[in-house]
Every structure is written in structure tokens, then in C-alpha cells.
């Protein structure tokens, strides 16, 4: 059943080790360019972004995460709150089960209750189609997520295996709901051909969710009998700081740069490389137990993002993204073969 | 005497450690581009491909393995039962020693008897001219290979070191038999430039057997008494990924990339560099204790292969050849110095 | 209290690892080549340099370390001694505690006391622009330096967080004071675009201080009660081969070349990539304990210096900018992401 | 007294680890391209070479080791026999002393007793013009060398400082023997701009001598009390593989590589870069307890590069310099650097 699945990924997640091995996001490859003489009052420096008309207070996702199941209710419950109070935005995991089953609909519906305000995003699988204003229902999203997960589909044992027609089905769903439509990797990365797919299909909003963190070959490795195959895949896919770079260059819609980001420091970068806001999730379920530990990590996240950026004499996001960055090794090599000019960052 | 001598490279590369040292194959500087949005049903995927005619199940080869030994025969006893059941391709050991002793010949004709539809593959030395027709007879081979294995025989005590008219003798062999021709390198590779001779000599078919993989360097090291100039060449050779490329870059025959393949993503990016097949011999050694574990092996390998092809969005083999890929490292470095434009892979 | 936190900086910094974790200067990319017929005799090499008019016996500063606190007076007196005796330039810390609390003047004083004939260079902060008279009155300076700080101010808990009118700040410093004004970093280096805005608001002369040496975002982690924001910075900032060759690519002041460099050898890599002269404060700071290791430390230094001089044929400083060099690395990567020209270096 | 420094240079040599710590010869940056099918018969593979009208067996020169003490003397004899008997070039230690203190002549003059045939080689200092001819004589030398070593000397206590007037010394030193003069550095190699200088004085041959094998500071290290500057110069130098190809690119006389060269394979790589042989000290120095470990040496020498050059396809060492090979890493940023194409070596 699904929802057992769910909190096999949640015990998964919180106590194995289910991160990319050999593979990095790529962020350790950028260097922002220190500025010695920011023209910037650190204490005054304007974390907020606003995204389709709603203001975050940060540039913050949490991304999709859980749902479904009993135990994910309270996960929900806390992490609806903390983003309430820091009023950041929040993903929820997959609503399949949810809308088939009327039962688990309170797992996520706890969600906009405890968030009254927050931007909001619901999560559906490309198939999902008639799911889709259903789940945009119950959880009074702002914006309906589609996952897309090929990898763990390859991996999990019951693994939905047939990805023919999703990008006609991703068209069909941003015309029939409707709020403003993303699409999100989680944890593969998308590189700018899909991208421009994606936008082409009518999505308005890209989760790029690329290689270096949770690597969700990991996950389902520990659910197999047979550990073969999600071992040889686990480090599949492509690096964050690559992704980021590829979708920016490719496509004009709203980026998030996700997929192994733990840090403020990494998401200046790489807003720098062109997102527009980030996103985590395994950092924020493994902080789920208490409201302090969620707001001290989101604290933190705040705290580190505004130091880079008053070293680099950004006073708003939008500064940041104009930021002077070096591209180094393995990032800058995909990036010269793949066409992108990195000397657009360094030189601007 | 040559069987002999056979038996110990069977227990030696079954038990010692035979592999390159600190050269690896360069599939590591590969990365294939994650596809979000594969059009593709994992399970519908066409694993199968066409070699002068006759059809395969998956695009893979046991390369020359061995015969000429009473212990070989049951090796390719295990070898050809499995390439039966599984519709893959066949290529014995060096056929010599059965064409001048008769009571040999069965160590060869095993294969036939138990792969009466496969695609099996002869193998002669460059200068065994005269063994040729007998060599395709014994196996009833559908493709006659040609072994080419200098470092070998520099390493070997009983080696043969006058390399003269090779490419003379190769081009009378295809002359004379009337199946194609293939050569194969065992383990060091094959250049743009060589691969340019052997197709003017008339060779429809490269086996490029680069370095990664099996050592022969190694393996005689371990036959000799010194082993100083064992361990000086032990790492000798072209790296698989680049010889693959090198290769494809040159020539329109068809190509086995070979030489440290191990499973089926190595498989997926060597044939993305312009393979159209790959092949393995250790690790068929290795299993070929147990027909269970034989096709266990290849059963991961065509799932691996699978996963690859789905995750890049390639529902065919012709497909998997035109999907991007990423250079990087020594790989690329040596590709470039050798002026073949890496970019004609990233951004087709 | 001011002068406490300089006790606690002069404790840390003796006693603690306060140096760079994996970022180095970049030196160790840099390669002066070998002459292996230079046209010098080696006692007749001359390291004289002349700055501002004073002539100093080797291109060598001790950057601001300290005053403002009893213990620093022993150390500065220490250091004048030293300076006075080898005849070269030494700067002292920030001067403002001085400036404010009169009873601490004679830590400053007392150098001038020791090194009447000194190039000494006084030390405040952009914001103090009132005490800038006051601050070279109390040192006799002949060089008043301007220490740009932000990433310390980031991580100290009583950080000045309000950057905004440095500039404007240190443009009317340059108007008020009578002498050469000197902006400096303090480990995280300065950029080819931040020299040029100081060089058009006046100043004169600029010690890059860039990343590799001494990171005070380390020494303030040692002080937080917090380690977080203090680990995650520790490595910021421009490492100092490449700080100044942006340096020396962008503007025509002399520059000091420091942040990590520790002996003769890495000072001369940084003279032949465009520095006048470098600079050191961690290795006096803990040589200071003795006149004697002073002086063998500087020794050293010349010694060192002037063997790499005679390596590359250099019989002056003069001659030694001029010397080849070839830079590979992520110091070669960063300079062609920059636009600086690396070859200039190498084939002059 | 000079031949007690030579003595002492012996026993460090012998005993200590003085090679180079962390720079390596860059051979491990060059990939001679494998051919699979060589035109060759490695029984008849022509290893002789002509040096200046005499033949050698193999490209090999034993390279200035000792002479001038009486330990020595017992060295070069065995140094001798061997060279005599494999057809190989010697050269010998500094010639000073036994100039100047004719009580040590037979420890040079032995070494034409047992070597009555062989390439042999004299050594003097750049200032020694006064001395060349005897030293010629004392040998009866067919070359004379001139050691350049200004690293060794500014370790050196004893060291001589002053190196003007060298070229022109070197220049004098040409017209007045009747001998090819060849200049040779210790350790350090010979750039391009060097190698134009010594050839337009009038040297006919070079010696690069480059870094990544003995290292002169590493020797008189040990012999210093202290060991600072010793050790900070110890990677001094331009790598082995650099400096050969630095030198054929920018002059048309004769070459030998050498410098950390420990093998055939080795010299395979340092011919095909552009020597026309190679050279050694430390390891005969090692071997020259007995005449068989000599000879073995010599043998496996000769062995490796019969291997290396078959697998290139090379009968001859006129054939291997037109061998194919790649550069990459370390060693092809610096020649890229530098100007010099590398893939005039891959492709032609
Ligand atoms: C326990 C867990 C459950 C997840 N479930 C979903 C999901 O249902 N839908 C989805 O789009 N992503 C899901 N994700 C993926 C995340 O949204 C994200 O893409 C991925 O974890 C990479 O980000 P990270 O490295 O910050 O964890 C899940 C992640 C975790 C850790
Ligand atoms: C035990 C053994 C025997 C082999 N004998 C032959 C042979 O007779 N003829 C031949 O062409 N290759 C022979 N090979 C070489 C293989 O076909 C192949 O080129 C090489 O092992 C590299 O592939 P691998 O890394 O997958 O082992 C042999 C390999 C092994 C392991
Ligand atoms: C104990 C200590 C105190 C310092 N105080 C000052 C200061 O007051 N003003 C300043 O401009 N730099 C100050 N610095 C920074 C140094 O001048 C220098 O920029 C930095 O330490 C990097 O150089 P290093 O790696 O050689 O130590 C101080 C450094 C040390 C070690
Ligand atoms: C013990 C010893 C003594 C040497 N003495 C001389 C010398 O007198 N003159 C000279 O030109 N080179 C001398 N050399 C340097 C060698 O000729 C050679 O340039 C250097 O050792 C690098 O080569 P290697 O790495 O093969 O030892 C000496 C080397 C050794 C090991």
C-alpha cells in the first residue's frame, strides 16, 4: 500500500544514510566573489522574494516531503507552523494516496490549517491528471507541484515503470487547474532541454532539485532485497549547481535550486547562478521533532544567506543575482561542454 | 605447450588480481544527461540489435575467453548454454592449439552443440593465416576474430615478438574466409590510426578491448619469474572510454567497446560514445562456476542497461547511441589533444 | 570592551589554529621558472625597495597586528625593535581604542619610540574618519592604513554591520590626512573591481590581505558561543595569489601582497605576479615572544627571498616583477574566468 | 676541502632519501599512444644511436656522478666496465679537484683504462675555463660538460655565489676545446630561453637534468645544520618532462632528458618528447656495489624500452621520436602556458 510505503521512505530518510556517495551538488566548484567594501547595512539586508504574488519572508522552500500517512500527519503539523511563523514557503508530499483515499486527506489539510498564509504547494505525479484539482483542493495550494522521479520508479520494486505521454499530461494539467503549475525533479536534476520542454507544456515554475543530495536510489536501495541495482544508480544524475545553470540558461520562468542545498552560503550561490529561491527537504525532516530545532535551522539558513550576501554587497535577492561568481572543475567543464558561458558570471 | 599455458591463465585471472592498477577506463569521465521526462515504458525497452544479420537479444558479446584445454571445455560448455538461453554473442579463446591437435577440437565444438543459434565468434592470431578456415569450421563461427595482443607477448616468456606483416596476413584473411572478420585488441585498446588500417585491410568489425579491465601485462606477471617489466606495462594501454571513441570517430564498422565493462550504465555511456555493442570476459570467467550465477549476471546487465536507457529516454539501442553525454577529466583532455570535438556529444 | 577583545584575538591567534582549513593562497599553483644561468651574484642582490620615498631593506611589512591593550605594547615594542634593526615597514592594529581611551596611546607610541627611522603605518577602521589625524599624530605614521573587515564583522557577536559610506568614508580620509592612505584587507582579499573604486576614491597604495593565512572568521568562531556561521565562512574570501594578480591587472598603486604568505619564496611568486612588496602579521605575531626569533625569522625571509631571486636571475626587486611564471591550477582557472591573462606571465 | 664534500655527497646519496618530494618528472602526464599493430620485430628493434660520430648500444648516458675522492675511484671503475661493456655514454663527477690536486687524476683517468672505447664524458664548473683542457685530458674525454647548478650552490655552505659571466665563460670554454662542449644542469632543468642562450654561446649539446629526481637541495639539506632553506627549495626546479620539451622546441642540437628518468619506458616517453637519450645518476650510483646489479639494471633498461618501443610501433629510436603521444594534467598546462603546441605530439 502506498502509505505504508510512505513511512518506510520517512524511517528510511531520518535513519540511513541515504545521500549522494561519490557525486557533489557542485556548489563547493562556485566561488562568490568577495567584495571588501559592500555598500550594505548588514541588518537591513531584504531576504524576501515574492512568488506569484504571495511575499516570502526568505527565499526558502520547504520541499516536498511527506503526507499520506498517519505519522506524516504530525511531521506536516510542525513543519505548516514553522512555516507559518517564518513565513517561508512549504511542499507537501505526494496527495495520490489522499485523493483516493478520503481517510489520509486530514494529513495534508492539517497543512493549510496551521498555515493560514503560506505559500503553499501541492504534489502529484505527471499521470495524475484527474487527481489534479483534487489535490489542489485539499490542501488550498497556491501552486500544484508534478513530480517527476524516473530514477526511484527504476529502482523501487513497485516502480511505475511507463513515462510515455507525461509532458502531453503535464499540458493538460496547467490547463485545467487553476493555479500556476510546477515542475519538480527529486534529486536527478533537469537538465535544459527538459526545461524547455517543460515551460513549452505551459509549467510556470521550475524545482530543479538536481544531484548531491538525497539520492532517492539511496532510499529505495534499503527497501529492496536485492541492493544491485540502486547502488550502481545511487550517484545518478545531474549536480545541482549544474542544473541550476542549465535551466537558468534555458528557460525564463521562476527557478528553485534544490537537491543537496544545506546551507545559506550554498543558496547565494546558487541564486548567483541564476535561481531564485532554494529548497530542502531532508534537512527539514530530520529537524521535524521540535519546532525549536525547525526555527533554529531555518535561523541559521537566514542568517548565513545574509552574510553572504552583505559580503558580496547584495542588499535584495534580486542584487544577489547579479553577483560576480568563478566557476571551477567538474562544474565548469559540464558547463563549457554543454554551451554555457561561465565568464557571464565572473565578468558581469 | 599452449594448453598448458591456457589453464594457467584461467586459474591466474580466477584468483589472482588481474585488473589495472591506477588506469581505469574513463567511463568515470562520463556522464550521461539525466532525462526527466523519458518518452519512454521501461518495459518496452529494445534491448536488441542486428550483427551482420543475426539478431540479439542485448547488445553484448562474452568476448575470447578460452578452449584448447580439457578444463576449458566445460567453461565453454557453461558459456555457450547461457548465451543460448539469453540470445547474446560468443567469442572463444584462441583457436591455435585445436587447429594443430585435433584432440583438442571438442574443447571448441562444445559451444556449437549448446548455442546452435548464436552468434558465435572464431579467434585466430594475426599470422595463423593458414588456421583460419579451419579455426571458423571447428567453431562453425559466424564471425572470425583476430586477436591482437602485443603487449602479451612482450611480457610472456614464450611470447611472439615479430609483429611484421600483420596487418598483411589480417588483409589475406579476409580474403579468404568467407564470414566477416573482426579484430580485437586484448586489453590495450585500439587507436584512431590502427582502427583506419583494419578497416583498409578489409575487417568489418572492431573489437576494441581497451585498457581498465583485464591486464595481460598482469597476468603473465604473475607466470614469470621476474616480474619487473610485468609491473612497468601493467598499466599500458588506451582507456577504454577514449579507445571507444577514438574508434568511432575514425571508422563506419560496427564496434564493440570491451576492455573493464562491468555492467550495463558503463554499457549505456560506451555506446553512447559510438559503441554499437559491448563486451566482457572476466566477469563471465568469474561466474561461469554456475549457470544460475551467469545469468544472474546478465540479467543485471540488461537492467542496468535498461535503467540507463530509460533515464536518458531512449526506448532503443539507436536511440541510446544518439543521447547526450558529458566529458570530462582525463578523458577529455585526451580527446581533445587528439581532435575529436567532445561538444558533438554534449549538445546533439 | 575594545581592549579586551584584542587580549582575546592576541590569545586566540598565539594559541589556536586560526589558519585557512581547505582553501590555500594559491601559491603552490604558481611556478617561477628556473634559470639556470642567472647573470647575479648572489651577495650582490639587492631586496632594497623604496615606498613612498623611505627606503626599506627588504620588500617586507608587518602588517597590523596589535595595540590598544597593555599586553600589546610589549609585542609592539617588540616588533619596532625588530623592524628599526632590519629596516622595514611595520603597521599596527586598529588605533581606535587608542584614539578613544587616551591612557592606551603609549601601546602605539611606544613604537614609534623603537623605530624612529621605520616606515610605520597607523590603522582605522572606514567609519572613523574623525580620528584619522589623531590616529597618525599618536604613531607618527607615515602611511595611514584602512582595514576593511567584513567578514570578521559578520561573525564577531559586537560586528559593525553597517558598511554603507565606506567608500565615501575613505575618500575624505584621503582628503583630511596629510600622508599616503592604504586600504587593507584582513584575509579575505580584494578584488580587481574593489581596488579600482579605492583607487578612484584616493587612496594610494593597497595590501590585497587576501585568503589562505590567518581567517577571522576562525578566530571569531573561537570566541561565539555559536560555532555555526563561524565554521561555515572560516574558508571565505579571494586566496591571495589571485587577489593580486586581479589587483595588479586592474590598477597602477603599489601593492602589498599578504594573507598567508610565510617565507621568501611564495614572496617572490607574489612580487613576480605584480606585488611591490608582501606582507605577514600571524608568524610575527608568534615569533614575538623573542628578539631573537624576530630577527632569524627575517633572516629567513631575505634569505630565502634572495635565493629565488638568484634562481630566476633577479638581481632587484625591480627584476624580479618582471621574472617568468607559469600558473596552472585553480589559480589559472579563476585568473581565465576573470579575464586576466595568464600567458603574460609566462612567456615574457 | 672539496673532496671530502664529495665523500659526504656519496654516502647521502646512497643512504638518504634525496629525491624529490612532492614535484614529479610529469612523465606520468604523458601516454604514449598504444599500437595494436606494430610493424615490427621486437628481436630486431635497433637501439643504438650516434652521439657525435660514436655509436652507443642503447640511448643511455650515465650522468655525472663522482670522481676527485678516492671512494670515487673504485666507483667509476665499476661505472666503467659496465659502460664498456653495454656500449653505453659515462660521464664523470666535477673535475675540479683533481685539476687542481693531481694526487687525484687516477680517479677520473681509471675510468678510460676500463672504458677505452666509450662515449665519455668530462665536468667542469661554467667559471672553470682555465681548467677545461686538462680536464679533457685527465679523461681523455670525448665531451666536455659543464654543470650548471645554482641551487646546489645556494644551499651549499661552501657555495659558490656568483654566477655572472657564466654564459660568457661557457661561450669561451666552446672555442678553446676541440671538443663538443655540452652543458648540464643538476636537477633544476633547462627552459626554453636558456636552451637558446647556451646554444648561441656555442654548446652543441644539452643535458636538461630537470626536477622531479635527485634533488641537489635535498643533498646538501643533510649536510646543513640547518635545514630551512634546504627544505623549502627541495621541489625546486622545471619537471623533467617540461624542461625536454621546453628545450626541442626551442633548439636543433642534441638532447638527452634526464632527472628522476628510472626506466626504459620512461625514456620512451622523454625520446618521443624530443631527446635524443636519456640519462641517470642515483640509480647507477645505487647499483654500483656490483658490476651484475649494473648490469641488470642496464638490462632491464634496455629491455623496457625494446617493449615500448615495439608497442609503439618503433624499430628504431629515430622512429620512436615520431611516435604519437598525449599530454595531460600539470604538464600540459605548463607547456600550453609556455606556447608550446602539444598536440603537434598527439596528432602528427
Ligand atoms: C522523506 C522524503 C519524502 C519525499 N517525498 C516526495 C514526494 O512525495 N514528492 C516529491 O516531489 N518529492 C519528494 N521528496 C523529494 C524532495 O522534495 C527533494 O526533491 C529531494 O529530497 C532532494 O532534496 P534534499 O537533498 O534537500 O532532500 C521527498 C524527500 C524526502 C526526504
Ligand atoms: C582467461 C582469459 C583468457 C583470454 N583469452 C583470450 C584469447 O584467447 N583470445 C583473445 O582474443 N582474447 C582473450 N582474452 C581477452 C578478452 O577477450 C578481453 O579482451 C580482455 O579480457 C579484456 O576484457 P575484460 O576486462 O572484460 O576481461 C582472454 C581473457 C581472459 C580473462
Ligand atoms: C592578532 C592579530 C590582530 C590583527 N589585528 C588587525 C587590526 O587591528 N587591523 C588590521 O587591519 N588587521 C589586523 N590583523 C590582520 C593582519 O594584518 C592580516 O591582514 C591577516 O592576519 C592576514 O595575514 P597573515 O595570514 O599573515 O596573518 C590582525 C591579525 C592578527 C593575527
Ligand atoms: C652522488 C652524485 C654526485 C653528482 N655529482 C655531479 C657532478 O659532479 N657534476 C654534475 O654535473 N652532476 C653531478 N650530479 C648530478 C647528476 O649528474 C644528475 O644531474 C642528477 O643527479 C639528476 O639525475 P638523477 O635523478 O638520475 O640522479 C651528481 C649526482 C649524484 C647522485
Tied chains: 1, 2, 3, 4.
Excluded at 517561508?88 to 493549510?112: M, N
Excluded at 561542454?337 to 565568464?343: A, L
Aim: with cysteine; aromatic share 6%; hydrophobic share 40%.
Amino acid at each position: 500500500m502506498i502509505s505504508d510505503r510512505k513511512l518506510e521512505h520517512l524511517l528510511i530518510c531520518k535513519n540511513y544514510d541515504v545521500e549522494f556517495k561519490d557525486k557533489t551538488t557542485g556548489f563547493e566548484d562556485i566561488e562568490l566573489i568577495h567584495n571588501a567594501l559592500p555598500e550594505v547595512d548588514k541588518n537591513e539586508i531584504d531576504l524576501s522574494t515574492s512568488v506569484f504574488g504571495k511575499k516570502l519572508d526568505s527565499p526558502l522552500f520547504i520541499t516536498a516531503i511527506t503526507g499520506g500517512h498517519p505519522a506524516a500527519k504530525e511531521i506536516n503539523e510542525q513543519l505548516a507552523i514553522v512555516s507559518e511563523e517564518n513565513n517561508i514557503a512549504l511542499g507537501v508530499g505526494s496527495q495520490r494516496a489522499a485523493c483516493e483515499h478520503p481517510e489520509l486527506e486530514d494529513t495534508y489539510s492539517v497543512v493549510r490549517e496551521n498555515a493560514p498564509d503560506c505559500l503553499l504547494i501541492g504534489n502529484i505525479g505527471a499521470p495524475q491528471l484527474h487527481l489534479a484539482n483534487k489535490a489542489v483542493e485539499i490542501l488550498d495550494a497556491d501552486i500544484l507541484a508534478i513530480h517527476l522521479n524516473p530514477l526511484q520508479e527504476s529502482i523501487q520494486p513497485e516502480g511505475d515503470l511507463d513515462a510515455r505521454g507525461y509532458l502531453e499530461s503535464i499540458s493538460e494539467i496547467t490547463d485545467i487547474v487553476d493555479i500556476p503549475v510546477m515542475a519538480k525533479e527529486t534529486g536527478c536534476g533537469i537538465s535544459a532541454e527538459t526545461a524547455k520542454q517543460l515551460v513549452d507544456a505551459g509549467v510556470s515554475f521550475i524545482d530543479i532539485e538536481g544531484a548531491g543530495g538525497t539520492s532517492w536510489a539511496a532510499v529505495e536501495t534499503y527497501r529492496s532485497e536485492d541492493r544491485y541495482l540502486g547502488e550502481l544508480f545511487w550517484d545518478w544524475g545531474i549536480p545541482t549547481a549544474v542544473s541550476t545553470a542549465e535551466v537558468a540558461s534555458a528557460v525564463e520562468v521562476p527557478i528553485i535550486s534544490s537537491g543537496g542545498i544545506r546551507n545559506g552560503l550554498e543558496a547565494a550561490k546558487a541564486i548567483a547562478l541564476g535561481a531564485d529561491s532554494v529548497g530542502m527537504a531532508l534537512p527539514f525532516l530530520k529537524k521535524s521533532v521540535s519546532q525549536d530545532e525547525l526555527n533554529q535551522f531555518i535561523h541559521y539558513f537566514n542568517d548565513s544567506l545574509r552574510i553572504a550576501m552583505f559580503l558580496v554587497g547584495a542588499n535584495t535577492i534580486e542584487e544577489l543575482k547579479q553577483s560576480r561568481l568563478v566557476i571551477s572543475g567538474k562544474t565548469k567543464q559540464w558547463l563549457d561542454e554543454r554551451g554555457i558561458n561561465t565568464k557571464n558570471y565572473s565578468r558581469r
